[in-house]
């Protein structure tokens, strides 16, 4: 089955700086790749996602990039806030509509001001 | 906005007891989904549900889980005999065709904090 690698687990950066996470994936198979933020006692929240027809897509500070050849995809926040600072998850699905997401381990993000 | 909604927030029950976890999907959603997420580890997927029928479920989706929609607005997992290693955050999640949501995106709840002792 799919298996998602995420890294890093920790990323501390100023306020002001680009973050940037990047995870790879297993099987060729999955070609929807959304990500998600948690904040403290709260469910994921999609804050990105991506379809393999497609190799960029930005959404304001929020970017995400997918290799399809390498299996990889990441995601960049620019001029990181102290409300960026939560866990990212990515995930990786098979696009037959509503498969299970498959997710990596996450990332704690902490942005200091 | 609409919300997937679950309850209770909290859950403290003694190791061998029943579970009854509740979700209300978004409405007009067609496929349910629950996920469990382990203190400090990733969210992991146990079963989807559609057209009043399990659709996937994982290797963790054992005889000791069950799932039911049993009316037209909510989505419920049963753990039968709860163990210590059930004690995690469940997520439950909505998704459907058409209407505000994109395609695939899979919204989830607030969860639900299991502990078992």
């Known amino acids: 089955g799919e298996n998602v690698e995420q890294h890093p687990s920790t990323l501390s950066v100023q306020e002001g700086d680009s973050a940037v996470i990047k995870c790879t994936y297993s099987?060729?198979?999955?070609?929807?790749f959304p990500w998600y933020k948690q904040e403290l006692g709260k469910g994921p929240q999609l804050i990105i996602d991506i379809r393999s027809n497609v190799g960029e897509k930005k959404d304001q500070r929020i970017a995400v990039t997918l290799n399809k050849t390498a299996k990889h995809f990441s995601l960049h926040i620019t001029e990181t806030q102290p409300e960026d600072s939560a866990v990212y998850f990515c995930?990786?699905?098979?696009?037959?509509?509503?498969?299970?997401?498959?997710f990596g381990t996450g990332t704690r993000l902490l942005v200091s001001p | 906005e609409p919300e997937v909604t679950q309850t209770p927030s909290h859950q403290v029950t003694q190791m061998g007891q029943e579970v009854i976890l509740r979700c209300v999907p978004i409405?007009?959603?067609?496929?349910f989904y629950w996920y469990r997420q382990i203190l400090g580890q990733k969210v992991e997927f146990l079963v989807s549900f559609y057209n009043n029928e399990i659709s996937e479920k994982s290797e963790i989706f054992d005889d000791q889980f069950s799932v039911e929609r049993p009316d037209g607005s909510n989505f419920t997992l049963k753990i039968r005999s709860t163990k210590l290693e059930d004690s995690a955050m469940y997520f439950c999640?909505?998704?459907?065709?058409?209407?505000?949501?994109?395609?695939?995106?899979?919204?989830f709840g607030p969860g639900t904090r299991l502990t078992v002792l």
């Open positions: 999640a909505s998704t459907g065709v058409g209407g505000t949501s994109s395609y695939n995106e899979q919204f």
């Open positions: 995930a990786a699905s098979m696009n037959t509509g509503f498969q299970k997401l498959v």
């Open positions: 099987d060729s198979a999955s070609n929807y």
């Open positions: 409405s007009n959603h067609l496929y």
